[in-house]
């Protein structure tokens, strides 16, 4: 089957916005652990977690996009990079491993 610029489009954005969640994500639970210890609430910090898990995905299932590999995996790659005002990112992402899963293995 011939390949197309679907996946591989749909692998960058996923890894960008990944990249993305894990920035700022890393940048949320310093900051918030910072101010959550002057205030008392130092719990603050783990709310960043759940960005970073998502963006580590959201890397993942690029990377699997590009590879054409793992249909099922670009997919939920995809759906975490949804997380964040970069969610266009994510969107498109959706579309086009949707449009390209013939060309997975």
Do not use: D
């Amino acid at each position: 089957m011939e390949k197309t610029w679907k996946p591989t489009t749909a692998g960058i954005l996923g890894i960008i916005a990944g990249a993305l969640q894990v920035i700022f994500g890393t940048i949320f639970a310093t900051v918030a652990g910072f101010v959550g210890a002057f205030i008392g609430m130092g719990w603050l910090g783990a709310i960043g977690a759940p960005l970073i898990i998502f963006g580590v995905i959201a890397i993942v299932g690029g990377i699997y996009a590009l590879r054409r590999r793992v249909w099922g995996l670009a997919l939920a790659g995809s759906i975490c990079a949804l997380i964040g005002p970069w969610f266009i990112l994510g969107i498109l992402a959706i579309i086009f491993v949707a449009l390209g899963k013939r060309e997975f293995k």
